[in-house]
C-alpha cells in the first residue's frame, strides 16, 4: 500500500550541503580542548589528527600552510587547545574541525612535553659533558643570535665594550614566535657555515640570547631543531636564554650556560684592565726571575774560574814538549842528511866513466850484433817464405792460385815494407836513450865538477878524502883535476876553518857541523 506525502525529497548531495551550512554557520570559530590522538603526516605536507575525551572523538586537519607556522607542533597524548572553525568533510559523511592555531592546555601539559622531548634528546646523547667544547679565553670575533631590536643585544654589545672590545657579528631572528625556532637553528648552521677565510669572519664564539619570559615565552628554545642545531655547532656556544631561574633545552645542549645575556657577556671575554695588570705582573716577574738567573749564572763561573789552572800551567807542559821535539828534530834531520850523503857517495863510485864506458860499449856492441842477426833473419825469412809459395804455386792450379798468391804477395810485401821501417825505428829509440844514458853520466860524474875548478883528493889506497882531520903532516895525497892527476904531500897543519854564518836570531842551518 502506498501512502502519500507532503514530505521534501533531497539528493545525496543536497543533505551534505545543507549539513555543511548549518555547521559551518553555528561554529564558524571555537576553540576544542582535548588530548591529541592518532596523528598522521602524509606526503602532501598537511597533518590529520583526532581530538578526545572520555566519550568523544573529533577529527581534526591542519593544512600545510598553517602546520609551518605553528609554534607547537602536536604531539600524540599532548593536551591542547585547539582553535579553528567545524566543517565536513562529504566524501566520508563525518564532521571535522580545520585547525588554525595549538596552543597548550594549561602549564602541566607544556612541563609534560619538555619533560618527554629532555628525555628523548639525554637518551639520544645531546646533553653529555664529553661532547661540550672549551670557550676560547680570548675570541677575536663573537656571534650574537638574538632579537636586534631588544634590550638584550644593547646589554651584551655595552658588557663586552666596557671589558675587552671585540668584533661583534649580529644574527637577527625572532626570539619569540611561530617562526623563532627555525631562525634560531638557521642563525646558529649560518654561522658554522661561514668560510674562515671569506669577507665576513667566522665567529669564534657564540651566544644565544634572549630577555626572561614565561615558559610559552620561551618555548622556542625548547624546540628539536634549536637544540640539535646548538649540539651541532663546530663553533663553542654560550645559551643565554631567560633569567637566573629560566631553563631551557638549549641550556643543556650548549657547551656552556650563562644566567643572563650580561653573564654570558662577561664569560666571552676577560676584562682587558685584569689582562693588562696580569702582563705587567709578569713582565716584572719574568725581568727578576732573569736578573736572578744572571747573578746565579755569574757566581758559577766565577767559582768555576777559581778552580782552573793559570794559563802560565797549562801552556807550560806543552811549551816543554816542543822544546824537546824542536831538539829531536834538528838531530833527525842530521842523521838523515848523513845517510842521504851516504847513499850519493855509495851511488858515486859505482857511476865512474870507465865503467860507464864499457857499459855503453857493451849495450853498443850487443845491439849492432842484434841488427845483424835481425836484418839476415829477416832476409832468410822472407827468403824462405817466397820459395815455399812458389813451390805451393807450382803445386796448385795456375789459374786460382795465381790469383791468391798475387794477394798474398802483395799483403807480405806491405808487411815487409812496414816491418823493415819499424825496426829502424827501433833502432833509433835505443840509440836515443843510449846517447840520454851517457848524458845522465856527464851530468853526474865528477868529471864536469873537475872542469869547474874542483879538485879530487884521494890517499894512497885510491879512497876519497873528504875532512882535512884524515889529512895529517906527511900524507902522500894524489890531487886529481879534469886534465890530469899530480901527486902530493901534506907539509903542514891544516889551516883552521872559518865558521859559516848562522842563520838570523842565532838558530843554526840545517847544513851546519855539529
Same mark, same amino acid.
Given at each position: 500500500?502506498?501512502?502519500? =506525502?507532503?514530505?521534501?525529497?533531497?539528493?545525496?548531495?543536497?543533505?551534505?550541503?545543507?549539513?555543511?551550512?548549518?555547521?559551518?554557520?553555528?561554529?564558524?570559530?571555537?576553540?576544542?580542548?582535548?588530548?591529541?590522538?592518532?596523528? =598522521?603526516?602524509?606526503? /602532501?605536507?598537511?597533518?590529520?589528527?583526532?581530538?578526545?575525551?572520555?566519550?568523544?572523538?573529533?577529527?581534526?586537519?591542519?593544512?600545510?600552510? #598553517?602546520?609551518?607556522?605553528?609554534?607547537?607542533?602536536?604531539?600524540?597524548?599532548?593536551?591542547?587547545?585547539? #582553535?579553528?572553525?567545524?566543517? #565536513? $568533510?562529504?566524501?566520508?559523511?563525518?564532521?571535522?574541525?580545520?585547525?588554525?592555531?595549538?596552543?597548550?592546555?594549561?602549564?602541566?601539559?607544556?612541563?609534560?612535553?619538555?619533560?618527554?622531548?629532555?628525555?628523548?634528546?639525554?637518551?639520544?646523547? +645531546? &646533553?653529555?659533558?664529553?661532547?661540550?667544547?672549551a670557550i676560547p679565553y680570548l675570541p677575536r670575533v663573537i656571534g650574537v643570535v638574538t632579537s636586534p631590536s631588544g634590550a638584550v643585544i644593547r646589554d651584551?654589545?655595552?658588557?663586552?665594550?666596557?671589558? &675587552?672590545?671585540?668584533?661583534?657579528?649580529?644574527?637577527?631572528?625572532?626570539?619569540?614566535?611561530? #617562526?623563532?625556532?627555525?631562525?634560531?637553528?638557521?642563525?646558529?648552521?649560518?654561522?658554522?657555515? !661561514?668560510?674562515? %677565510?671569506?669577507?665576513?669572519?667566522?665567529?669564534? !664564539?657564540?651566544?644565544?640570547?634572549?630577555?626572561?619570559? /614565561?615558559?610559552?615565552d620561551l618555548w622556542s628554545f625548547n624546540e628539536e631543531e634549536v637544540v640539535r642545531a646548538a649540539f651541532d655547532s663546530a663553533i663553542p656556544l654560550i645559551s643565554a636564554v631567560g633569567h637566573e631561574t629560566d631553563w631551557t633545552l638549549i641550556d643543556h645542549a650548549a657547551d656552556e650556560r650563562a644566567p643572563t645575556p650580561t653573564a654570558a657577556a662577561e664569560r666571552a671575554v676577560p676584562v682587558r684592565a685584569d689582562l693588562l695588570a696580569q702582563v705587567d705582573d709578569l713582565s716584572r716577574r719574568l725581568r727578576l726571575a732573569a736578573r736572578r738567573g744572571i747573578d746565579t749564572r755569574r757566581t758559577s763561573l766565577r767559582a768555576a774560574e777559581r778552580g782552573l789552572p793559570r794559563l802560565a800551567d797549562l801552556m807550560a807542559m806543552p811549551r816543554q814538549r816542543l822544546d824537546v821535539a824542536d831538539a829531536r828534530l834538528i838531530q833527525a834531520l842530521k842523521a838523515g842528511m848523513e845517510r842521504a850523503r851516504a847513499r850519493i857517495d855509495k851511488a858515486s863510485a859505482g857511476l865512474r866513466p870507465l865503467t860507464l864506458r864499457q857499459a855503453a860499449q857493451q849495450r853498443r856492441t850487443a845491439l849492432d850484433t842484434l841488427d845483424k842477426r835481425l836484418v839476415r833473419g829477416l832476409t832468410a825469412g822472407v827468403a824462405n817464405q817466397r820459395i815455399r809459395f812458389q813451390g805451393r804455386a807450382e803445386r796448385l792450379q795456375p789459374a786460382i792460385v795465381a790469383r791468391r798468391l798475387a794477394d798474398r804477395r802483395r799483403v807480405f810485401d806491405e808487411r815487409a815494407a812496414r816491418l823493415l821501417p819499424a825496426y829502424g825505428r827501433r833502432v833509433s829509440h835505443l840509440r836515443d836513450k843510449?846517447?840520454? %844514458? *851517457?848524458? +845522465?853520466?856527464?851530468?853526474?860524474?865528477?868529471?864536469?865538477? +873537475?872542469?869547474?875548478? &874542483?879538485?879530487?883528493?884521494?890517499?894512497?889506497?885510491?879512497?876519497?878524502?873528504?875532512?882535512?882531520? *884524515?889529512?895529517?903532516?906527511?900524507?902522500? +895525497?894524489?890531487?886529481?883535476?879534469?886534465?890530469? %892527476?899530480?901527486?902530493?904531500?901534506?907539509?903542514?897543519?891544516?889551516?883552521?876553518?872559518?865558521?859559516?854564518?848562522?842563520?838570523?836570531?842565532?838558530?843554526?842551518?840545517? $847544513?851546519?857541523?855539529?
Open positions: 500500500m502506498s501512502t502519500s =506525502s507532503n514530505i521534501a525529497e533531497y539528493s545525496v548531495s543536497e543533505i551534505s550541503a545543507a549539513v555543511k551550512n548549518a555547521i559551518e554557520d553555528n561554529f564558524a570559530y571555537v576553540r576544542v580542548r582535548g588530548e591529541i590522538g592518532r596523528v =598522521s603526516r602524509p606526503a /602532501s605536507g598537511h597533518v590529520y589528527l583526532d581530538l578526545k575525551d572520555e566519550r568523544a572523538v573529533l577529527a581534526g586537519v591542519i593544512w600545510k600552510g #598553517t602546520a609551518s607556522r605553528l609554534g607547537i607542533q602536536p604531539e600524540q597524548g599532548l593536551e591542547v587547545i585547539a #582553535t579553528g572553525r567545524l566543517t #565536513t $568533510f562529504a566524501g566520508q559523511s563525518k564532521y571535522q574541525i580545520v585547525i588554525e592555531a595549538i596552543e597548550p592546555a594549561g602549564l602541566g601539559a607544556l612541563m609534560a612535553l619538555l619533560e618527554e622531548r629532555r628525555k628523548k634528546l639525554a637518551a639520544e646523547g +645531546l &646533553f653529555e659533558d664529553a661532547h661540550k667544547q651584551i654589545l655595552h658588557r663586552l665594550a666596557d671589558r &675587552f672590545p671585540t668584533h661583534v657579528l649580529v644574527w637577527p631572528v625572532r626570539v619569540q614566535g611561530e #617562526t623563532s625556532a627555525a631562525e634560531v637553528a638557521a642563525a646558529i648552521r649560518g654561522f658554522n657555515a !661561514l668560510d674562515p %677565510t671569506g669577507t665576513i669572519p667566522r665567529p669564534d !664564539l657564540l651566544i644565544v640570547a634572549r630577555g626572561g619570559g /614565561s615558559l610559552e843510449l846517447g840520454s %844514458t *851517457a848524458g +845522465l853520466l856527464t851530468a853526474l860524474g865528477y868529471q864536469g865538477v +873537475l872542469e869547474r875548478g &874542483f879538485v879530487l883528493v884521494r890517499d894512497q889506497k885510491g879512497a876519497a878524502v873528504r875532512s882535512a882531520k *884524515a889529512a895529517s903532516p906527511g900524507t902522500a +895525497l894524489s890531487l886529481q883535476f879534469h886534465d890530469d %892527476t899530480v901527486q902530493a904531500t901534506v907539509d903542514g897543519a891544516p889551516v883552521k876553518r872559518v865558521s859559516k854564518p848562522r842563520a838570523a836570531g842565532g838558530q843554526p842551518t840545517l $847544513f851546519d857541523d855539529e
